[in-house]
């Protein structure tokens, strides 16, 4: 495709304001990690006002930040060159290495201060003193994120439009609590990105996991579950448990999820090593002809949990994505971003339940989920009525597409809608494997972003 690799990055840390809110207190502070890459800065179009080039920022989210930089090539490898841009990649607050607390960050009366509102001020203040310090106050600054980096992409442009002067905002959901979507969109939509890879293969999952559902009643069922999935720690004196059957099934439900937002054309390691199109994978394993349901659907989940072959036995509590790990999104969960969540499709009914949900934060995190609190506060669709250059993208094999924003809100906040496109692919970096639509997108996305660019300058 004839475009650079990622440029080399510095790793720089910045004491960032523990509490942006509380102007009594003593002010408290922790290291907040960054990653910088200047290698382009200056070195594309020429610019009025001193500027060297514009900034393109990356709103950090629920995972170590190093992860995201390797996944954004659209940004590091075409815009950056193409811009003359600076790269500047923020890691979320009590995620990675940007834990205010160090290994206690998670404790009750430490993880309250883990929050989008602080999050966006870290970027801000962040933002501030970095320009400041480059000497970088006359360029414009662009963000970006996917997911819920997405969802932080298009509020740091509305909260901030002093600072950010436009944003993509890849598969970002909004779906929250009075919102009017179904809690069983995002299952039903997964269900449709498998049944769509090949036929019967929703139905055959479904019915394999409610014979796992089944078996896990029995001892005899659960020892029956553990030979298929070779699980680590079970033995005759140490037998495979009900909860730990269940979790076995839970532990099969993530994979399957994992791999409809990561059902990308080519091989990637985003968390976890995936083939191409690992969807298309999953549903060849299992229908390829082997007759014991609970033995296909073992090797068919292997596709997401074992590609690369290195384990000889599975530990379903720790043979997960650095994404699925405790803690900080599961909070954030709780409090700023809730949303409605049950089980359809092909996975096993769960009907959504908001006391259960309530009684699980306070369980979890002894905090009161107040489930209208993320509408009032961020509005759902309709705050972006309000807003201006943003773009919203988003893929329909994505399972998360259904609570996005699918339709252009104004001439200035517009939604692309991808074919053939999973979970932030148009992030990535362009491959000889890309669908046209994607291509497309990016294209688009180009056009747009070198707009505002203009606007900037000259407008």
């Not at 596709?303 to 900080?328: E, I, L, M, R, S």
Request: contains cysteine; proline residues 7%; glycine residues 10%.
């Amino acid at each position: 495709m004839g475009v650079p690799p990622p440029p080399k990055y510095r790793t720089e840390f910045y004491t960032q304001f523990l509490d942006h809110f509380n102007f009594e207190a003593v002010p408290t502070t922790y290291q907040q990690r960054y990653l910088i890459a200047d290698e382009y800065w200056g070195k594309g179009p020429k610019y009025p006002n001193g500027c060297r080039g514009p900034v393109f920022f990356y709103t950090g989210n629920e995972a170590p930040v190093t992860d995201y930089y390797t996944a954004s090539g659209l940004f590091t490898q075409v815009l950056a060159p193409k811009y003359g841009g600076l790269l500047v990649f923020a890691e979320h607050r009590y995620f990675g290495e940007s834990m205010p607390f160090g290994n206690s960050s998670f404790d009750k009366g430490k993880i309250g201060f883990c929050s989008t509102d602080q999050a966006l001020a870290d970027y801000a203040t962040l933002l501030t003193d970095l320009l400041a310090s480059l000497n970088a106050t006359s360029c414009p600054v662009i963000a970006f994120g996917g997911s819920y980096g997405g969802m932080l992409t298009a509020w740091f442009r509305m909260k901030y439009p002093n600072i950010v002067m436009g944003g993509l905002a890849a598969s970002a959901p909004f779906a929250f609590y009075d919102t009017g979507v179904s809690p069983y969109i995002f299952t039903e939509t997964a269900t449709a990105t498998f049944g769509a890879a090949k036929e019967r293969c929703d139905s055959t999952l479904a019915s394999a996991l409610k014979l796992m559902n089944s078996l896990s009643r029995t001892q005899a069922g659960r020892d029956r579950i553990a030979k298929s999935f070779k699980l680590c720690n079970v033995s005759t004196s140490s037998p495979l448990s009900l909860a730990g059957a269940q979790a076995v099934i839970g532990w099969v439900e993530s994979g399957l999820v994992g791999m409809a937002m990561l059902d990308y054309p080519y091989s990637t390691d985003y968390g976890i090593s995936l083939p191409g199109w690992p969807v298309n994978k999953t549903c060849e394993r299992l229908l390829s002809g082997i007759d014991d349901p609970v033995d296909a659907i073992a090797y068919a989940i292997g596709t997401f949990y074992n590609n690369t072959g290195a384990w000889q036995c599975y530990d379903v509590n720790k043979d997960v994505p650095d994404w699925g790990t405790c803690c900080g999104w599961a909070y954030l969960a709780c409090s700023d971003t809730y949303m409605p969540y049950g089980q359809a499709g092909l996975f096993l009914p769960s009907a959504y339940s908001l006391a259960d949900d309530i009684a699980a934060c306070r369980s979890e995190f002894q905090v009161q989920l107040r489930p209208l609190w993320p509408k009032a506060h961020w509005g759902g669709f309709s705050s972006f009525y309000a807003g201006s250059n943003i773009i919203f993208s988003n893929g329909l094999l994505d399972p998360w597409h259904t609570s996005g924003v699918l339709h252009n809100v104004s001439d200035t906040v517009v939604a692309i809608v991808i074919p053939e496109s999973a979970h932030h692919f148009d992030l990535r970096g362009p491959h000889p494997d890309d669908p046209v639509f994607v291509q497309h997108a990016r294209e688009q996305e180009d056009r747009i972003i070198g707009g505002w660019i203009h606007d900037y300058f000259y407008v």
